[in-house]
């Protein structure tokens, strides 16, 4: 069967959807041959001028593993909006289009043939409006907002039809209200729309009503294709000759997610850690929130990290640095002994600066991780002083993460209070710098006498106020780090 999707009007600015998610939708149900994406011209637009978006077909063609596809349009942001999809039902639907394209079902993008399609599916908005300017005060009624979605045999018949229409009511009293800049203020008629106690009207979603009505495959199973992904980027990963516009690498999404909202199963910690050592992976921004319902097994990628990491490019590897934030999320006690690995990085003065997480799990060697985080510091407010040093925001992540493991310690890091008061009096740590309350705090927490701190610059406390707060918050975060 041949099948035809209509949009909705498109205005001038805004750009095409390649292949929709009600496209792909249709696609990826049995017995869709093809689908043919139009849009409703606008009726405002002058009809002499050219339509700004040409039909497109698309086709699934079975092709080898790996072949670059076309990629439907994220249906948890544009196809919820459009058409009703919610959070639920959307995403385990993208991960299967995800993960039969990984496997093969590539879709492709035609030439329109202009041939009529067996089924037309429309979804269309448009307003009717009374007035002729709405920019001036009127009485008339308000806009009429209409949707609707249409289903069409070939012979242009309809077989299926929803309309919703709404408009805003009006109150029966006017009011007098005032309007305008203090400069031209003045009063003027107003008719107060009746809302109060009048329901919302509820949406009609396209989805929903092809859902009720149709065979359109609009839903999937919520954990399938996330399960199955896994044996499929396993695959993936044991192939270096697929790169990295390889189809199978959206699978990583789905997998991260399933581990983040079911837990992990068996092989889950090996498959992230050769995930992380996989140079052709680029992406962590999600891994965090995976990483840390690994639990124990969440060590394996304890090597792979850091080992990553050495062998980056700095600075060009950029997206390394959000690789180094996730030994942050590794069990407890993981960096109590350290590596040789993570003694070579944690010694090279330009790559530790993405080992931002690296740096705050120091805490784990108690006082021994001292000297090091006193020469992050060293190394740190220099280049956070020059501001205009490319590497300053690694160095203000590392510096944060210093911080945090000489406050984690307290007062078994009692003997970095002498160096770093040191650094402060040497200008290394410059004043303003020294006199915000973060470096204060942290001053406290090694052991310096709270009544002895100054006011931070510009702090409009008093110094009993400023000193009462600090131990409020001393006492606070050893209450929440027992």
Do not use: M
């Amino acid at each position: 069967a041949r099948a035809r999707a209509a949009g909705r009007p498109l205005g001038d600015d805004e750009a095409p959807r390649g292949c929709d998610p009600l496209v792909a939708a249709a696609l990826f149900t049995a017995g869709v041959d093809e689908v043919v994406r139009l849009h409703v011209p606008d009726p405002r637009r002058d009809p002499r001028e050219r339509a700004p978006h040409a039909p497109a077909a698309y086709r699934v063609a079975r092709r080898p593993a790996g072949a670059p596809s076309v990629v439907p349009a994220d249906v948890a942001t544009w196809g919820a909006s459009r058409t009703g999809w919610d959070g639920r039902a959307a995403t385990p639907l993208a991960d299967e289009w995800r993960l039969r394209i990984a496997r093969g079902e590539r879709v492709e993008e035609l030439a329109w043939d202009g041939v009529p399609a067996d089924l037309t599916v429309s979804v269309r908005e448009w307003h009717e409006d009374s007035a002729t300017r709405r920019t001036r005060w009127t009485l008339a009624p308000g806009p009429i907002t209409v949707r609707r979605v249409e289903v069409r045999g070939r012979d242009g018949a309809v077989l299926l039809r929803r309309t919703a229409a709404h408009a805003a009511l009006r109150g029966r009293l006017l009011s007098v209200a005032g309007t305008g800049s203090v400069e031209s203020f003045h009063f003027g008629w107003a008719a107060a729309p009746a809302t109060r106690g009048v329901p919302r009207p509820e949406e009609l979603k396209a989805v929903d009503v092809l859902r009720e009505w149709t065979t359109l495959r609009l839903d999937a199973d919520p954990r399938a294709a996330a399960l199955e992904a896994r044996a499929d980027l396993a695959r993936l990963l044991a192939e270096p000759a697929r790169g990295t516009e390889d189809p199978a690498f959206a699978l990583i999404l789905p997998v991260l997610h399933d581990v983040e909202a079911h837990g992990p199963v068996a092989g889950d910690a090996a498959l992230l850690a050769t995930l992380v050592a996989d140079r052709r992976v680029r992406d962590f921004e999600s891994f965090w929130s995976a990483v840390r319902k690994l639990g124990p097994d969440g060590a394996a990628l304890r090597d792979p990290i850091v080992r990553r990491l050495l062998a980056g490019r700095f600075p060009q590897d950029a997206h390394l640095a959000t690789l180094g934030d996730l030994p942050r999320h590794l069990p407890e006690g993981t960096f109590a002994e350290p590596t040789p690995w993570e003694r070579q990085l944690l010694a090279d003065p330009e790559r530790r600066l993405w080992a931002r997480g690296l740096i705050a799990r120091q805490s784990d060697r108690g006082a021994a991780a001292v000297p090091l985080l006193v020469d992050v510091l060293a190394q740190a407010y220099p280049i956070l002083d020059a501001r205009k040093d490319p590497r300053e925001h690694l160095a203000r992540n590392a510096a944060e993460a210093a911080r945090d493991a000489l406050a984690r310690l307290g007062p078994d890091a009692a003997d970095a209070l002498p160096a770093l008061e040191r650094l402060a009096a040497d200008g290394v740590v410059p004043e303003r710098f020294a006199r915000a309350e973060q470096w204060q705090f942290l001053l406290a927490r090694l052991g310096k006498p709270v009544e002895s701190l100054p006011v931070p610059a510009g702090g409009r406390d008093s110094p009993e106020r400023y000193h009462a707060r600090v131990r409020r918050e001393l006492a606070r975060y050893a209450r929440s780090n027992r």
